[in-house]
Each structure stands twice: as structure tokens, then as C-alpha cells.
């Protein structure tokens, strides 16, 4: 029988979370590997999840079932520039685009040297990816079908965005309470937001640490946890 390269522990935790969490997922024992599917609500309808056991460390890649044309040279430099702009300033993993075959993935690598991950950590490091391809899945689908520049792409990504949290603040706000895009910013919706609620400045402090490792995940993004992935 091969030797396992592997650390029995972390596949162990990450089975444990899977199982908690109610994925269905199929397991490669010989080659520490696990694989299962993901729906979105998005314009990406799902994701073929892996994760990869290593001796001390584990690899999540979420892959996108759309990817760019390999023979399109055009299409493949506008989505290399989204990608690039995607991933400035993420603190917690990196889309990756394969020059070979055109295809689009988000990768997030954790490192378990001495210690065996939390269940927290490997939600995040599942979970997050999901978040990812919700925010710029859009961007991808333009740069695939719409013939859109990467720098476009990404800039109608963010204005969706804006415009999303621009509606969740609206719903909890009252009427009176709500400023239109006309009457102010993000930063006054927040604020008034933030007073109603009672949160200080201290609140926010404590959680900014937390919240700058990935993006807060909204389990509603999801339409459907499980399948095995192809």
C-alpha cells in the first residue's frame, strides 16, 4: 500500500467541519483530496470545490465553471487584467487563471505547522471563495460573454456591490432614517446605521481584525451545499 503524504489530523478536522456542516463530499484517501459542489444565487451557478491535504498545511481551490477561451488572445489579457485587479489588496487567498486552458479559480492556502485547524478556520477558508466569486462572478461572466475590459469589469463589479449594500442598510433602516445616493454617502448610511444599533468606535475596533482576514460571509449567497464535484 503507498505511504500516505498527508496529515491524517487536518484531514480529519476538515472531514469533521464537512460532516458538521452538512456538505456531501467524496474523499480520495490515498491521496488526501476532498471534493464537492457548490450553488450560488449568482450569475456563477456553482462551484467545484477541492481540497488538498498536505503534511502540514491544506489548499482549498473553489474553480469556476465558466472560463476564458484559451485561442481568444483578446479575451484572455482582459481577464489576466481582472484578475490581477481582483486580487490587489485581498488579504485572505488570490483567484488564479490558468494561461493553458482559460480556466479561473480562487485558491486560499492554510498553513498548519505544529497545530490542527479550527473548525472557524476551515469555514472561513471554505467559505471564503464562495464570497469571492459572489462579489466578482459578474466581472468574470462580462469579461467571458460581453467582450469587457478587465478594468471595466472589475469597476461595474464594485458599483454592484455598493449598490447591494446600499439596499441591505435601506432594509434595516426606516424610511426616514435612509439616505438616497443623492443625499449622501456610504460612510453617513453607516453612521446612522451605527446609532441606532449603539455600536463605537471601540466595537468596530474589535472586530477589525477578524474582519480584515476575509471578507463576512453571507451564507445566503448559497443556493445549494453538496454534490460531489466532476
Known sequence: M???TYSIDIANAVKRFLTADDWHFSFEEERGIFKFGLGLKGKLKKLHYIVDIKDEEYLVF?????????NDAKMMANMAEFICRANYGLKMGNFELDFDDGEVRFKVHVLCKGVTPTAEMI???IYCPATMFDHYGSGIVDV???????KAAIEKCEEYSESKIRSILAELLS????????????????????????????????????????????????????????
Open 2 to 4: 503507498k505511504e500516505r
Open 62 to 70: 473553489a474553480i469556476s465553471p465558466l472560463g476564458a477561451d484559451e
Open 123 to 125: 469555514k472561513r477558508s
Open 144 to 150: 467571458i460573454f460581453n467582450d469587457t475590459s478587465g
Open 175 to 230: 424610511d426616514d432614517e435612509a439616505v438616497s445616493s443623492d443625499e449622501g454617502d456610504m460612510d453617513a448610511m453607516i453612521a446612522r446605521l451605527a446609532a441606532r444599533f449603539g455600536i463605537t468606535d471601540t466595537d468596530k475596533t474589535e472586530q477589525s481584525s477578524e474582519e480584515e482576514d476575509c471578507v463576512k460571509i453571507h451564507t445566503d449567497l448559497f443556493d445549494k451545499k453538496g454534490g460531489t464535484s466532476a
